[in-house]
């Protein structure tokens, strides 16, 4: 058993070879999110360069990163905007209410409401960049497949919200210095569950609640042979 663990081939032994990777991918993650504005194209690089990671590839990290920033600019930065407005909305509006629930039956309501809202706004924050990693859609599609995948596959969404919300108390609470590491290592964790729920969507016979997520097999392709 400990010589499997300690096999270069093995599942472990290829996770942490991947942590140098993780960490240069998250400042590149924080050098090109800086302007805020970029971080949906930001975070769908990351996401291009760990589902390659978590699928035994191994891309040209930089030239890898840097090639999909560009080729998602501007559909990433557009959906990035577009979910930095929508978080800025039920982050006000959460404040409020949360302030105000104890007035009134009519404020508890909507504050239930409130609740429901930031749930589907953080399924469709997991699952449309990885989305836009690997296939080529508009932006309303990505937005109702992520949407899908989320209720289709909850306990796999319920696991990368996990993922994140330790990342951030362990940052907070116990080892701040894990943010060397920081959104590449949940991206990283997330590429490893979500890998097969990719690999579905790749396949046409298994589209059949799932349509028009898959328009763009010969994208994927394409992408991949841009790979190395």
């Avoid at 943010?179 to 046409?204: D, M, Q, R, V």
Wanted: with cysteine; aromatic share 10%; glycine share 4%.
């Amino acid at each position: 058993m400990f010589k499997n663990l300690v096999n270069p081939d093995s599942p472990i032994m290829s996770f942490l070879g991947h942590l140098a990777d993780v960490m240069l991918l998250n400042i590149l993650w924080l050098l090109t999110s800086l302007p805020i504005v970029t971080i949906g194209a930001s975070t769908t690089a990351l996401y291009y360069c760990t589902l390659a990671f978590a699928e035994d590839r191994s891309p040209r990290l930089v030239e890898t990163y840097f090639r999909q920033f560009r080729s998602n600019l501007k559909q990433g930065t557009v959906t990035g905007l577009i979910l930095l407005l929508a978080g800025s909305v039920l982050a006000v509006d959460g404040y409020v209410l949360y302030h105000l629930k104890n007035q009134a039956a009519v404020w508890v309501l909507l504050y239930a409401v409130w609740i429901l809202m930031m749930i589907v706004f953080c399924m469709i924050v997991i699952y449309i960049f990885p989305l836009m990693a690997r296939f080529e859609n508009t932006i309303p599609m990505m937005i109702k497949n992520s949407l899908v995948l989320a209720v289709r596959f909850l306990i796999c969404t319920i696991l990368v919200a996990a993922i994140h919300a330790a990342m951030i108390w362990i940052a907070v609470s116990i080892f701040t210095p894990i943010l060397l590491f920081g959104e590449g290592l949940c991206a990283l964790l997330s590429s490893y569950l979500l890998k097969n729920i990719i690999h579905f969507c790749e396949k046409p016979e298994d589209f059949r609640n799932l349509k028009d997520l898959k328009k763009e097999a010969d994208h994927k392709k394409k992408k991949k042979a841009n790979e190395d």
